[in-house]
């Protein structure tokens, strides 16, 4: 294997990888700008890679010299950070596994509410770590990147309001969205477990001893406890607790499903130890404690309880019980209301209601932890902005943290009781067994001989010099190629050979190899593109977190063109309702126009199968109130062909307007020509690739259906 000792990075070791035949030498190093990143030297066994014809791309082969890509941001969060599961408890975020149930968030187009989700990766970093201050009293400890969900949209822990840190950030008094600090749960010390039993059997158990004359009996004393439920978790949890007290029980079916009814299951006991332990257990206590009260409601609510359409209430028809009820919701903090009940039976019921919305259902859980899952949900719940959630300081801590964060199908979890963003998954790193989330931007693959590779493949009779396109999947001139250099190898191998060849990128990096493209463009024939889908400051900064700024890109094609190469623009991706009027695309087109860009080719946003899943989460948290929209646009992959030449019109129209400047070093693609086609068609390519003229690239799909790659 070829190696850089240039690169001074620490060598962790040999990993197999699938589609490699020899062992990957994992590699990392000490420096910011790569910190977290592990890449993965890769002998390949071959570089060209044919594009299928099905793709109907303009070109029929392409080099890939990396797999995954660092251009993104990451998020994490301290690893001791509640996260809300969706059995309605919580979990440490350290202590959360992959395919674990939780609860993030998702737009309707009214309301952003809370849904399940799964965790789809896990992972670890170390970096610099900030702590906020809430007005409620929460306090997060994360990374400078994290995001959090506020009233004015998604905001980084830190930021600026000029230079190369703007963003979108927190400052003091913004307010959080969430459902608030989480309590702390109780013990289920002996305390906790008797009062649960009080409130349970009290509420839902047949319990009692008597006497009464029975034949061939020496004395007539019965003494039964019976207690049946649908709920098996709230059953077992009784049967336990009583076995700690020595009242043993057996368990049986009460009654078996029918139709729409569940089967019922019971335990029971009829001996005097047992139900006296019982009765003793059940009594009033003259001075209840914390936990007894904690206890005493998650038994009754278990019991008697209910949680439906964000209402939770409590039943019976006993004073004495409901006097409990309201005693200790109150001992807690809670507010509540007494609401009449059925009032048909010869007990009428009354209801405990309790007050204050999801917030207070959500603490009511937590500090008296029923033990019934399916009443303890608030899925579909609507997020209120009712929470004391203020931001009341942020401050940096002074030192790197072990820190962690999760990929989840919504985008978002809950954390500390407020909506916390997380990385999106990405599907290309999936056929390499890494996960499609954290590994796209922290396991990178490295092709290290592919230079080497190329050149033999170049060499043989059966090669007839095809255009090769670079940039097809992830970005050649991404950061670490400043270390690896590896697309410069492939370039000078292509000029070796005299061979076309294009470049696609987001990243000014491609001016380093100026010099090669100035021998290619004279020799083989050589174009560049830079993607920039929009010069809109705030949607790139939404869309395109961590690529380098579009002005940037812009001034990459202005050195090339005044250095004599064809260099145009990919408007890719353009989204609808977000990048797509008609002064955004002018906005570009005229950027580019004063650039000297050959060419401008709009590609309206792509959403393959795999990648849709993950961009859709991106929107409802980004811009929420296009999610619907979205939805009827993309049934397919692509938005409806009224969409497409909405799209291509208006950029014909800005060119109209904005007309490019002669070049006469560079022929101009027909892409520029008033009333031509807004993107070079597959012939153009051929033709110019058969004639040995520069040929124009187009985006390929696989780059074009990532919009926030």
Same mark, same amino acid.
């Given at each position: 294997?070829?190696?850089?000792?240039?690169?001074?990075?620490?060598?962790?070791?040999?990993?197999?990888?699938?589609?490699?035949?020899?062992? +990957?030498?994992?590699?990392?190093?000490?420096?910011?700008?790569?910190?977290?990143?592990? %890449?993965?030297?890769?002998?390949?066994?071959?570089?060209?890679?044919?594009?299928?014809?099905?793709?109907?791309? !303009?070109?029929?082969?392409?080099?890939?010299?990396?797999?995954?890509?660092?251009?993104?941001?990451?998020?994490?969060?301290?690893?001791?950070?509640?996260?809300?599961?969706?059995?309605?408890?919580?979990?440490?975020?350290?202590?959360?596994?992959?395919? =674990?149930?939780?609860?993030?968030?998702? %737009?309707?187009?009214?309301?952003?509410?809370?849904?399940?989700?799964?965790? *789809? +990766?896990?992972?670890?970093?170390?970096?610099?770590?900030?702590?906020?201050?809430?007005?409620?009293?929460?306090?997060?400890?994360?990374?400078?990147?994290?995001?959090? *969900?506020?009233?004015?949209?998604?905001?980084?822990?830190?930021?600026?309001?000029?230079?190369?840190?703007?963003? !979108?950030?927190?400052?003091?008094?913004?307010?959080?969205?969430?459902?608030?600090?989480?309590?702390?749960?109780?013990?289920?010390?002996?305390?906790?477990?008797?009062?649960?039993?009080?409130?349970?059997?009290?509420?839902?158990?047949?319990?009692?001893?008597?006497?009464?004359?029975?034949?061939?009996?020496?004395?007539?004393?019965?003494?039964?406890?019976?207690?049946?439920?649908?709920?098996?978790?709230?059953?077992?949890?009784?049967?336990?607790? /009583?076995?700690?007290? =020595?009242?043993?029980?057996?368990? %049986?079916?009460?009654?078996?499903?029918?139709?729409?009814?569940?089967?019922?299951?019971?335990?029971?006991?009829?001996?005097?130890?047992?139900?006296?332990?019982?009765?003793?257990?059940?009594?009033?206590?003259?001075?209840?404690?914390?936990?007894?009260?904690?206890?005493?409601?998650?038994?009754?609510?278990?019991?008697?309880?209910?949680?439906?359409?964000?209402?939770?209430?409590?039943?019976?028809?006993?004073?004495?019980?409901?006097?409990?009820?309201?005693?200790?919701?109150?001992?807690?903090?809670?507010?509540?209301?007494?609401?009449?009940?059925?009032?048909?039976?010869?007990?009428?019921?009354?209801?405990?209601? /309790?007050?204050?919305?999801?917030?207070?259902?959500?603490?009511?859980?937590?500090?008296?932890?029923?033990?019934?899952?399916?009443?303890? #949900?608030?899925?579909?719940?609507?997020?209120?902005?009712?929470?004391?959630?203020?931001?009341?300081?942020?401050?940096?801590?002074?030192?790197?943290?072990? /820190?962690?964060?999760?990929?989840?199908?919504?985008?978002?979890?809950?954390?500390?009781?407020?909506?916390?963003?997380?990385?999106?998954?990405?599907?290309?790193?999936?056929?390499?067994?890494?996960?499609?989330?954290?590994? %796209?931007?922290?396991?990178?693959?490295?092709?290290?001989?592919?230079?080497?590779?190329?050149?033999?493949?170049?060499?043989?009779?059966?090669?007839?010099?095809?255009?090769?396109?670079?940039?097809?999947?992830?970005?050649?001139?991404?950061?670490?190629?400043?270390?690896?250099?590896?697309?410069?190898?492939?370039?000078?191998?292509?000029?070796?050979?005299?061979?076309?060849?294009?470049? *696609?990128?987001?990243?000014?990096?491609? *001016?380093?190899? /100026?010099?090669?493209?100035?021998?290619?463009?004279?020799?083989?024939?050589?174009?560049?593109?830079?993607?920039?889908?929009?010069?809109?400051?705030?949607?790139?900064?939404?869309?395109?977190?961590?690529? !380098?700024?579009?002005?940037?890109?812009?001034?990459?094609?202005?050195?090339?063109?005044?250095?004599?190469?064809?260099?145009?623009?990919?408007?890719?991706?353009?989204?609808?309702?977000?990048?797509?009027? &008609?002064?955004?695309?002018? #906005?570009?087109?005229?950027?580019? +126009?004063?650039?000297?860009?050959?060419?401008?080719?709009?590609?309206?946003?792509?959403?393959?199968?795999?990648?849709?899943?993950?961009?859709?989460?991106?929107?409802?948290?980004?811009? &929420?109130?296009?999610?619907?929209?979205?939805?009827?646009?993309?049934?397919?992959?692509?938005?409806?062909?009224?969409?497409?030449?909405?799209?291509?019109?208006?950029?014909?129209?800005?060119?109209?307007?904005?007309?490019? !400047?002669? +070049?006469?070093?560079?022929?101009?693609?027909?892409?520029?020509?008033?009333?031509?086609?807004?993107?070079?068609?597959?012939?153009?390519?051929?033709?110019?690739?058969?004639?040995?003229?520069?040929?124009?690239?187009?985006?390929?799909?696989?780059?074009?259906?990532?919009?926030?790659?």
């Amino acid at each position: 294997m070829q190696t850089f000792s240039d690169l001074r990075g620490e060598r962790r070791g040999a990993v197999n990888l699938p589609l490699f035949e020899t062992p +990957a030498v994992a590699r990392t190093f000490d420096t910011p700008e790569f910190h977290g990143i592990t %890449f993965y030297e890769v002998e390949a066994k071959s570089i060209l890679n044919r594009v299928p014809a099905s793709s109907r791309m !303009p070109f029929e082969w392409t080099i890939n010299v990396y797999r995954g890509c660092s251009h993104a941001c990451t998020y994490c969060m301290w690893g001791e950070t509640t996260i809300l599961m969706a059995d309605g408890r919580t979990k440490p975020l350290a202590d959360v596994r992959v395919g =674990d149930a939780i609860y993030g968030t998702v %737009f309707d187009g009214k309301y952003r509410r809370y849904v399940r989700t799964h965790v *789809l +990766a896990h992972w670890q970093t170390v970096k610099p770590a900030y702590r906020i201050a809430l007005e409620d009293g929460t306090e997060l400890i994360t990374s400078g990147d994290h995001r959090f *969900l506020t009233g004015r949209g998604w905001k980084h822990v830190t930021g600026s309001e000029h230079g190369r840190n703007r963003r !979108p950030h927190l400052t003091i008094n913004n307010e959080l969205l969430g459902t608030g600090r989480f309590a702390s749960p109780p013990e289920h010390g002996p305390e906790y477990r008797r009062g649960y039993l009080c409130g349970m059997i009290r509420g839902d158990g047949q319990l009692g001893s008597y006497t009464y004359q029975r034949a061939g009996r020496t004395h007539g004393d019965v003494h039964r406890f019976r207690l049946a439920m649908t709920d098996l978790e709230a059953l077992r949890r009784t049967r336990r607790y /009583l076995a700690d007290l =020595d009242a043993s029980t057996t368990e %049986f079916v009460f009654q078996e499903a029918a139709g729409a009814k569940k089967r019922v299951s019971a335990i029971r006991t009829s001996t005097h130890h047992g139900v006296a332990a019982i009765q003793a257990a059940v009594c009033w206590p003259q001075a209840s404690s914390a936990e007894w009260g904690k206890g005493f409601l998650a038994g009754i609510f278990d019991a008697e309880g209910c949680y439906s359409r964000g209402i939770l209430r409590i039943s019976n028809s006993d004073r004495v019980i409901l006097d409990q009820i309201t005693s200790c919701l109150r001992r807690f903090g809670f507010s509540c209301t007494i609401e009449p009940g059925d009032q048909t039976r010869v007990k009428p019921v009354m209801n405990v209601r /309790l007050l204050g919305g999801v917030r207070e259902h959500l603490r009511f859980f937590h500090t008296v932890d029923p033990a019934i899952t399916r009443k303890r #949900t608030i899925e579909g719940q609507a997020i209120k902005n009712k929470t004391p959630l203020r931001v009341v300081s942020i401050e940096p801590l002074g030192l790197d943290l072990p /820190l962690f964060d999760i990929t989840t199908g919504t985008g978002d979890f809950i954390a500390n009781g407020v909506v916390s963003h997380n990385c999106f998954a990405r599907p290309s790193h999936t056929y390499l067994n890494f996960d499609a989330g954290a590994d %796209f931007e922290t396991k990178v693959v490295v092709k290290v001989n592919a230079a080497e590779v190329l050149r033999r493949e170049l060499r043989r009779p059966s090669w007839a010099g095809a255009h090769v396109a670079m940039g097809t999947n992830t970005d050649p001139y991404q950061r670490c190629e400043g270390r690896y250099r590896l697309t410069r190898a492939v370039l000078e191998a292509l000029r070796d050979h005299r061979n076309p060849c294009s470049v *696609l990128t987001k990243s000014p990096l491609l *001016l380093r190899d /100026l010099d090669l493209f100035e021998e290619l463009a004279g020799t083989a024939g050589f174009t560049a593109s830079l993607s920039i889908g929009t010069m809109d400051e705030e949607v790139w900064r939404r869309s395109e977190p961590g690529t !380098p700024h579009p002005k940037a890109r812009m001034a990459a094609v202005r050195t090339l063109r005044q250095a004599g190469i064809s260099c145009g623009i990919l408007m890719a991706p353009i989204l609808p309702g977000i990048s797509d009027s &008609p002064e955004q695309l002018q #906005t570009v087109v005229r950027a580019a +126009a004063e650039a000297g860009a050959t060419h401008v080719s709009p590609v309206t946003l792509h959403l393959r199968p795999g990648v849709k899943e993950q961009f859709m989460p991106w929107l409802a948290r980004e811009y &929420p109130e296009l999610v619907e929209g979205y939805r009827r646009l993309y049934r397919g992959s692509n938005a409806p062909e009224s969409i497409r030449k909405a799209v291509a019109e208006r950029v014909r129209a800005a060119k109209r307007r904005h007309p490019a !400047p002669p +070049a006469p070093a560079v022929d101009s693609p027909a892409g520029w020509r008033a009333g031509g086609s807004a993107e070079a068609s597959p012939a153009d390519i051929r033709r110019a690739r058969d004639t040995g003229a520069t040929a124009t690239p187009a985006q390929p799909a696989a780059q074009l259906s990532l919009a926030l790659d």
